[in-house]
Structures are given as C-alpha cells and as structure tokens.
Nanobody, 126 residues
Framework: EVQLQASGGGLVQPGGSLRLSCARS????????IGWFRQAPGKLREWVAA???????FYADSAKGRFAISRDSTKNTVYLQMNFLRPEDTAVYSC????????????????????WGQGTLVTVSS
C-alpha cells in the first residue's frame, strides 16, 4: 500500500525558512515522481515542485529561486526546503506520488497524482 506523510509545517516570519518532509512507505521512490502541492484558503490546489524518479527537479514559477526539492532514498524521504517565505506562501502543503511519468517533465495537474499524504500547514506571518 502506497502511503505518504507530510510534516514540518509551522509558523514562520516573512523571510524565514522551513523544511518540509514527505515520508513514504509501500513503494520505492525510483518508481514514482513525487510532487509537492499547496492549497490556500479559498483557492485551488496548486503545484509547487516535483522530483522525478530519475532525480530531475521542477518548480513552479512562484517557487523558483526560493524552494528546493530533494530526495534521500536512505531515509525514504523527499524534502521541500523553503526559503525567503512570503505571506502568500501560507497554505496547507501536501506531497503526492505519481506512478505514470509523462514523456517529458513531470505532471503538474494534481489529478494526475493518485496517491496523497496528509498535508502540513505552513503559516507565514509576522
């Protein structure tokens, strides 16, 4: 059974940093692309970043230069390092697994990810 669990959220001041973790069980990362998504109150879920099964990384424009996604296979964990956080980054962040890689890149539509972990709340506020 594919299981994911996101953690690491919290309250941080603007300009601060957080590192989110996505722990997995029931599958190996080599067979799945892993995406991070977020959903702010009253807004649609949006794609933030992804790491492909080959280890290639991809970012939404809002995350480029500030966020970094990485994978530690020895710890069965994918990380999202978030720096220079802004109030508009406030959202529930969730990780998801996609077993069906597209021909190029990664899927950014959350509907393409069949496996989801419980989200973690990130609040950026002074």
């Amino acid at each position: 059974e594919v299981q994911l669990q996101a953690s690491g959220g919290g309250l941080v001041q603007p300009g601060g940093s957080l590192r989110l973790s996505c722990a997995r069980s029931g599958f190996v990362y080599d067979d799945y692309d892993i995406g991070w998504f977020r959903q702010a109150p009253g807004k649609l879920r949006e794609w933030v970043a992804a790491i492909s099964r080959n280890g290639d990384t991809f970012y939404a424009d809002s995350a480029k230069g500030r966020f970094a996604i990485s994978r530690d296979s020895t710890k069965n964990t994918v990380y999202l390092q978030m720096n220079f956080l802004r109030p508009e980054d406030t959202a529930v962040y969730s990780c998801a697994a996609d077993p069906r890689a597209p021909v190029v890149g990664v899927h950014t539509n959350p509907d393409q990810y069949p496996y989801w972990g419980q989200g973690t709340l990130v609040t950026v506020s002074s």
